[in-house]
């Protein structure tokens, strides 16, 4: 007979307990994209009348749809820039020794600590200086320096755990640096990169700060996040509308975790445990 203990049993409810916590706002934003606003106009649990509809996504679609498109313009080279120039970075610093690698690293992750808030005015003053406020390509180069340092952090606590002795043995066989890198160590970080690659996307794709800092008018420029409250509810505000639109653009990353989950939970893991 299995024994289960008390602790166990209070550490379950609390867990499911959060897990409720944490779904029932979603649990209302869906009802309120799927139904009339006058069903839900007294709450959402109201099942009185329960007539659900998808009339509202397809509205909300074709007023994000833009939006939606520069948003993966700024998402994925905002996602893959960083992780490229980092990950060589994260290996440099976790296999190579140099002069002041140690006080540059400490410097890296320092800057982690920077709020965003405090560094939005220089930011907007250089973006206008040269000419890219109101451009994909300025919160591309926001996105893309932003995230470097706590990716060069991630990849190079990784790199660490790592065993040398297949790098060492295609030193010995007469392989260079880079060879090793692209050849050996590159495949092995593929757990990592998967978890980096969904961290920083969702953090790009789910950018409001930055996005209405630099982007806060032109339709060509502003991301699914912007657009959301510029253009749905600019003239009459529908809260299902805006529900729909918030599904729609959530739905993005919630699936790209999807695809990536198995090399997400491995590479957040994978660096906890010496191989």
């Not at 934003?29 to 006058?38: D, I, K, T």
């Not at 833009?66 to 996602?79: H, K, M």
């Not at 990950?87 to 600590?113: C, N, W």
């Amino acid at each position: 007979m299995i024994r289960i203990r008390p602790r166990t049993i209070v550490i379950h409810l609390f867990a499911w307990g959060l897990a409720i916590g944490w779904l029932f706002p979603f649990v209302g934003l869906g009802m309120a994209a799927f139904r009339p606003l006058p069903e839900i106009i007294g709450g959402w649990w109201n099942f009185d009348r329960f007539t659900p509809s998808f009339t509202k996504f397809g509205a909300a679609f074709n007023a994000i749809e833009l939006g939606l498109r520069n948003s993966f313009l700024i998402a994925v080279p905002g996602t893959l820039i960083p992780m490229f120039v980092a990950t060589l970075a994260g290996y440099g610093f976790a296999r190579f020794s140099f002069p002041i690698r140690d006080y540059l690293f400490l410097t890296i992750v320092v800057l982690m600590t920077i709020p965003q808030q405090m560094v939005a005015i220089p930011i907007f003053r250089i973006m206008f200086s040269l000419g890219l406020a109101n451009t994909v390509l300025s919160l591309v180069i926001l996105h893309s320096a932003w995230g470097l340092p706590w990716i060069v952090l991630f990849m190079r606590n990784f790199f660490s755990a790592l065993p040398k002795d297949v790098e060492e043995a295609a030193r010995v066989d007469g392989a260079s640096d880079f060879k090793v890198f692209f050849r050996i160590v590159l495949p092995m970080a593929l757990p990592a990169l998967g978890a980096v690659a969904v961290l920083q996307f969702m953090w790009v794709w789910n950018d409001f700060f930055f996005s209405i800092l630099l982007c806060p008018s032109n339709p060509n420029c502003m991301p699914a996040t912007v657009a959301l409250i510029r253009t749905i509810g600019q003239f009459q505000f529908d809260p299902g509308l805006l529900a729909a639109g918030s599904i729609i653009v959530m739905l993005v990353p919630v699936l790209l975790y999807v695809l990536l989950q198995r090399f997400y939970i491995r590479g957040m893991i994978g660096w906890t445990v010496k191989g």
